[in-house]
């Protein structure tokens, strides 16, 4: 069973920066696919990033470039470093793993972003 747990979350004001980090379990982390998703108060969860197992790393057009995810296999974890943050950015944030038997979804983690 895989467990996904989010942190990194908080309180920052607009123009500033943040990093989440999402710790997985088990073995099977270096072979899937991960992404950050994010839901906003009465939006649609959105797909902000996707990483490949190999590193290969995609950002969502409606991010601007201002999203990096990264990953480090040796220690299970999944990043995303979100610049000049804005009070759109505001949002639950949840990591995804992707794998041939379905998704695992963490508990997400709470970015609110003040103007």
């Known amino acids: 069973q895989v467990q996904l747990v989010e942190s990194g979350g908080g309180l920052v004001q607009a123009g500033g920066s943040l990093r989440l980090s999402c710790a997985a379990s088990?073995?099977?982390?270096?072979?899937?696919?991960m992404a950050w998703h994010r839901q906003a108060p009465g939006k649609q969860r959105e797909l902000v990033a996707v990483i490949t197992s190999g590193g290969t790393a995609n950002d969502a057009d409606s991010v601007n470039g201002r999203f990096t995810i990264s990953r480090d296999n040796a220690k299970n974890t999944v990043n995303l470093q979100i610049n000049s943050l804005k009070p759109d950015d505001t949002a639950v944030y949840y990591c995804?793993?992707?794998?041939?038997?379905?998704?695992?979804w963490g508990q997400g983690t709470q970015v609110t972003v003040s103007s």
């Open positions: 995804k793993m992707v794998t041939s038997g379905g998704d695992y």
């Open positions: 088990g073995s099977i982390f270096r072979l899937n696919l």
